[in-house]
């Protein structure tokens, strides 16, 4: 597609439950990047993959959170025994290529509440 | 460490008024610095970025903004503001050098352009 896509654009979930937040990157970008934003808050990184490898995953918070890229295109983040403090919107980016100044372009974002 | 700051939380300018918002920012070595505008449910939208060369950079929708090593700062400027410039905008760094592709964001800042 044109840009990068997000699915679900909502999801609405109970305390203890198990989530998974999928991102559909640029064609050809081979960087995604997982942020994570509150209300009021600028984006916080989570983690980013260059093609299928996660390059760097020390922004998520705890091990109830994982991603896998497993093609290097389509990522998804999984939540595992989702928590109230979980709810925010979590943003995807994608990039041409990580090992450069490669202009990070965002998804819609997908809005999790956790009841 | 890195981080951003952006002193305001709120810009209020009037429409065909120049506008600026702040960005000073603290990272070790050289800084690549970007600009971005979130509108009202929609993602996160690139402006500009300094990587390197000409302090000044053009970017998008006719934003501007000044690279300043000595002040640590990469203010976001427009000649003429624009109702539609109503919006949240957000800067980040990144180190342009070594392997860590992080960008670190600052709180962000809401601009409202009055008619």
């Known amino acids: 597609g044109a840009g990068v896509s997000q699915t679900p654009s909502n999801k609405v979930t109970e305390k203890g439950k198990y989530v998974e937040l999928r991102c559909d990157p640029i064609s050809g970008h081979t960087a995604l990047y997982w942020y994570r934003q509150s209300l009021g808050q600028g984006p916080e990184f989570l983690i980013y993959f260059q093609g299928t490898g996660a390059a760097d995953d020390s922004g998520l918070p705890n091990d109830r959170f994982f991603a896998v890229r497993p093609e290097g295109s389509v990522s998804t983040l999984k939540i595992q025994r989702t928590e109230r403090g979980d709810s925010a919107m979590y943003l995807c980016?994608?990039?041409?290529?990580?090992?450069?100044?490669?202009?990070?372009?965002f998804g819609p974002g997908t809005r999790l509440l956790v009841l | 460490a890195q981080s951003v700051a952006q002193p305001e939380d709120q810009v209020n300018v009037a429409e065909g008024n120049p506008l600026t918002v702040k960005c000073t920012y603290s990272v070790s070595g050289n800084p690549y610095l970007f600009w971005y505008v979130q509108y009202p449910n929609r993602g996160l939208q690139f402006l500009l970025k300094?990587?390197?060369?000409d302090n000044l950079v053009k970017g998008s929708y006719g934003f501007e903004a000044e690279f300043n090593k000595s002040q640590t700062s990469f203010h976001l400027k427009k000649p003429s503001a624009l109702v539609s410039d109503s919006a949240l905008y957000f800067c980040?760094?990144?180190?342009?050098?070594?392997?860590?592709?992080?960008?670190?964001w600052g709180l962000g800042t809401s601009l409202a352009v009055n008619p």
């Open positions: 980040a760094v990144r180190r342009g050098a070594g392997n860590n592709r992080k960008l670190i």
């Open positions: 300094y990587i390197t060369g």
């Open positions: 980016a994608s990039s041409l290529r990580a090992g450069e100044e490669g202009t990070q372009y």
